[in-house]
């Protein structure tokens, strides 16, 4: 008996060392899948930008986009790079560590409204250490606002003269009610039908690489869609920098709907290059972050 409690022992030893090496992975995994579909997707990104703030077609948005030059194109692409990057580091590896401690049973597959927590959890986190990127990134592909913030640094400098109150709430933090809004409820739902969705269309003998990504696409797009006024409003309240246009929450929401003449149709101008967007990012980011699990070694815990 004693030598068999010690075998059991070592391998309890050796599930929960592999679980922390796991969950490690889901960081490095994260971040790689996240940088490579951000440098894919970045001009629809900022086209749909342009849509939001100014309530343009796509045509329209195009041409402002053209006329400005290929000089200034990748204008704001260094913040969402980095920014997303770092989202999909917080998002996979967070969402994993967490799914270690809420799950009673690592033997057992996560039940949804373990994936639900995790996610909603980890969406959150995302939020509060990412505001400060897209807060800036939102500033910088503002067309209005080049003259007066050329770069990065001129909107860091301007944020850093405020006192610290001013500095959280008007600089670097403002929109963040709706930003955490939007990020855990999105992570929620990403995180709780991705993979029942994959393992269902593996099932029926697709390729290895497909059912990942049409989960990935169909999920990111579904939970886009329904997300996308919140992301609208995060737009226009974050490109709003100093003066009469530093708008309060509730004032916001009013002058979104005014701007886009209270239809929803308006608002949701941008909506057909999102779903573009949200099958091209959340499909590639699903399929290679999935790839490269599978390829380090990685099991899921939700199969």
């Not at 409204?113 to 959890?121: D, K, P, V």
Request: contains cysteine; positive net charge; glycine residues 8%.
């Amino acid at each position: 008996m004693g030598d068999k409690a010690r075998m059991q022992h070592g391998d309890s030893e050796r599930r929960e060392e592999e679980e922390r090496r796991w969950s490690s992975r889901s960081y490095n995994v994260g971040a790689v899948s996240s940088f490579l579909s951000t440098l894919v997707t970045f001009p629809i990104y900022k086209t749909i930008f342009r849509q939001q703030i100014h309530a343009f077609s796509i045509q329209e948005a195009i041409q402002q986009l053209h006329q400005e030059g290929m000089r200034r194109f990748y204008r704001g692409l260094f913040p969402p790079l980095l920014s997303k990057t770092l989202q999909g580091t917080l998002l996979f590896g967070t969402h994993d560590s967490l799914l270690l401690l809420l799950t009673s049973n690592p033997s057992k597959p996560c039940t949804l409204w373990e994936r639900w927590t995790a996610g909603f959890l980890s969406g959150s986190v995302e939020a509060l250490v990412l505001n400060p990127f897209e807060r800036v990134q939102n500033v910088l592909q503002d067309g209005r606002k080049d003259v007066r913030f050329p770069n990065t640094r001129s909107i860091l400098q301007e944020f850093n003269s405020y006192g610290l109150k001013e500095r959280l709430v008007v600089g670097y933090y403002r929109g963040l009610s709706p930003v955490l809004l939007r990020n855990s409820l999105g992570s929620a739902l990403y995180f709780s039908f991705k993979d029942p969705l994959r393992d269902s269309l593996a099932a029926r003998g697709l390729p290895s690489w497909l059912p990942a990504l049409v989960s990935g696409s169909v999920n990111g797009t579904v939970t886009c869609l329904a997300l996308y006024p919140l992301s609208v409003l995060i737009a226009n309240m974050q490109s709003q920098v100093v003066g009469r246009d530093l708008l309060g929450l509730q004032q916001s929401v009013w002058s979104v709907w005014e701007s886009h003449g209270r239809k929803l149709t308006l608002l949701y101008r941008g909506g057909s290059l999102l779903v573009l967007r949200s099958c091209l990012t959340w499909g590639l980011t699903t399929a290679i972050h999935d790839f490269l699990k599978e390829n380090t070694g990685q099991k899921s815990r939700v199969e």
